[in-house]
Nanobody, 125 residues
Framework: VQLQASGGGLVQAGGSLRLSCAAS????????VSWIRQAPGKEREFVAS????????YYVDSVKGRFTISRDNAKNTVYLQMNSLKPEDTAVYYC???????????????????WGQGTLVTVSS
């Protein structure tokens, strides 16, 4: 599976962006998918995850109520809708996938089968 993350850019605080993680090479429907970010000079941080079916999601506290993860298995794509963006959301955002048919969303930073290349989100104050 190849993952292509896109949708990043420069936005003012309070604005919105939608990130996409498009998969090719194999259906994404058997994979749980997470979004993970890394700000300059900081360690990677788990952001959100979604189960293979889309039936369950999980968010880090700092993005709850502002970010929404979703998926369209017919389009082999997972999305991250980011609203009310803050300067502290500035980071490179990576999508990562792991084979999992569990009904519980992943909450891990590592041990994924595939990673996307990352897309930069910059939020100006």
């Amino acid at each position: 599976v190849q993952l292509q993350a896109s949708g990043g850019g420069l936005v003012q605080a309070g604005g919105s962006l939608r990130l996409s993680c498009a998969a090719s090479g194999r259906p994404l429907s058997s994979y749980a998918v997470s979004w993970i970010r890394q700000a300059p000079g900081k360690e990677r941080e788990f952001v959100a995850s979604i189960t293979w079916s889309g039936g369950s999601t999980y968010y880090v506290d700092s993005v709850k109520g502002r970010f929404t993860i979703s998926r369209d298995n017919a389009k082999n794509t997972v999305y991250l809708q980011m609203n009310s963006l803050k300067p502290e959301d500035t980071a490179v955002y990576y999508c990562a996938a792991k084979v999992s048919m569990s009904s519980y969303p992943l909450r891990r930073l590592y041990d994924y089968d595939y990673w996307g290349q990352g897309t930069l989100v910059t939020v100006s104050s």
